[in-house]
Every structure is written in structure tokens, then in C-alpha cells.
């Protein structure tokens, strides 16, 4: 079974508009990564936080982390046509595995 | 750095053959992970090494198999392919457990 669930599945917007996405998990993670994948290729890793984080920026990225809902967010400000991908995110729970979500799927309008 | 490389990028092949797909990681990492993408599915953890050492192997048959060489290159076998094997197989390379997984653009595999 999946451990995160991304919502919302898809999600289209203007170009210049913010984006976010939402992530919630079952189980204690050490920490939860986020990346995009562009038309079935492979994935790009764009942040990891970790457990005892809050929230991390990355350029125009910022995730946030909040432990007692057991769920993150990702915020893309100032949406571009190539930030148009999947996003997925991803848990580790210390098992030497990632756990992804079924994605959100962004289309950003021009 | 190169980034993880895999080998080959698409592969066509029908039911009952067997397939083994190719993934060297970034240089220095030392733990190789390999993932299945499907429609249906989703993402979905396969196996994952470190030093030779398979440590967790997800929930897929005994057909599928993976192996990691002392210079951290890895294969991964399909035995006995079905059709539902068709997929996205993706390889991730890390230098330690718990710390960003970096992946290669997979190996598409068709099954017919």
C-alpha cells in the first residue's frame, strides 16, 4: 500500500500563479522527499525535509512538514509552462525504502 | 558528477523471456534502489542494496531478481516476463540510507 497520498490529483493554472499540493502519510517518517517527473521520465529530486523540520525553501519551492497531521505541502510561487510534471512525494521511514503517492499531475496554462 | 545511468532506455520483449536491465549509480554512492512504474500501480519499491547486500525487497514475485557488484553497479532480472511487467523501471542511487535518492531516467519495458 501507498504510504502518501498527494492531493489533488490534478491541477491547472495560469502561468504566474501559485501551485500547491498536499501530501498526508500514515505512519512516523524520518524525513519525506519531494519530486517532479516530466512525461514518464525519471524522477528529479527537488526537497527533502526531515522530520524534526518544518519547512524548507528551494528557490521558488517551499515545502512544509507538520508531524501531528502526518502531512506536507509543496508550493511552486510563479508558475512557469516548464513546471508543468507530475509531483509525487515521498516518505522514508527507515527501511531502506521510499514510499510514493499516486502524484499530482500540474498543468501550468501559458 | 555523471548522474545514474541505465541500460538500455526501452526494451521490447514478449511473454515467457527474461530481461536484465542495467543501472550504475552516481559515483561514491554505494546504495542502489530500483523502483516499478505503472498506470495502474503507481510507484512501487522492488529491492534495494548497499555494499552487495540486498536490505529490503518489496512485494513482487520470486521472477523478479537483483543483484549489486562491488563497484555498486547493479542489474535487476525479470524471469519468465508477463504482460503486466510492462513498465517504467527506475534505479536510484543514494550515498547513505536516509539521505536524497537520485534517480536515472529508467528503462521502459514493453511486453508483448
Known amino acids: 500500500s501507498q504510504q502518501g497520498e498527494e492531493d489533488p490529483q490534478a491541477l491547472s493554472i495560469q502561468e504566474g500563479e501559485n501551485a500547491t499540493m498536499n501530501c498526508s502519510y500514515k505512519t512516523s517518517i524520518n524525513n519525506l522527499q519531494w519530486y517532479r517527473q516530466n512525461s514518464g521520465r525519471g524522477l528529479v529530486h527537488l526537497i527533502l525535509?526531515?522530520?524534526?523540520?518544518r519547512e524548507k525553501h528551494s528557490g521558488r519551492l517551499r515545502v512544509t512538514l507538520d508531524t501531528s497531521k502526518k502531512s506536507s505541502s509543496l508550493l511552486i510561487t510563479a508558475s512557469r509552462a516548464a513546471d508543468t510534471a507530475s509531483y509525487f512525494c515521498a516518505t522514508d521511514v527507515g527501511d531502506y525504502k521510499l514510499s510514493f503517492g499516486a502524484g499530482t499531475t500540474v498543468t501550468v496554462r501559458a | 558528477k555523471a548522474g545514474v545511468t541505465q541500460t538500455p532506455r526501452y526494451l521490447i520483449k514478449t511473454r515467457g523471456q527474461q530481461v536484465t536491465l542495467s543501472c550504475s549509480p552516481i559515483s561514491g554512492h554505494r546504495s542502489v534502489s530500483w523502483y516499478q512504474q505503472t498506470p495502474g500501480q503507481g510507484l512501487q519499491f522492488l529491492f534495494e542494496?548497499?555494499?552487495?547486500?540486498?536490505?529490503n525487497k518489496g512485494n513482487f514475485p520470486g521472477r523478479f531478481s537483483g543483484r549489486q557488484f562491488s563497484n555498486s553497479r547493479s542489474e535487476m532480472n525479470v524471469s519468465t516476463l508477463e504482460l503486466g511487467d510492462s513498465a517504467l523501471y527506475l534505479c536510484?542511487?543514494?550515498?547513505?540510507?536516509?539521505?536524497?535518492?537520485?534517480f536515472g531516467p529508467g528503462t521502459r519495458l514493453l511486453v508483448l
Open positions: 525535509i526531515r522530520s524534526n523540520e
Open positions: 536510484a542511487s543514494s550515498s547513505v540510507s536516509g539521505e536524497t535518492q537520485y
Open positions: 542494496y548497499f555494499s552487495e547486500t540486498q536490505r
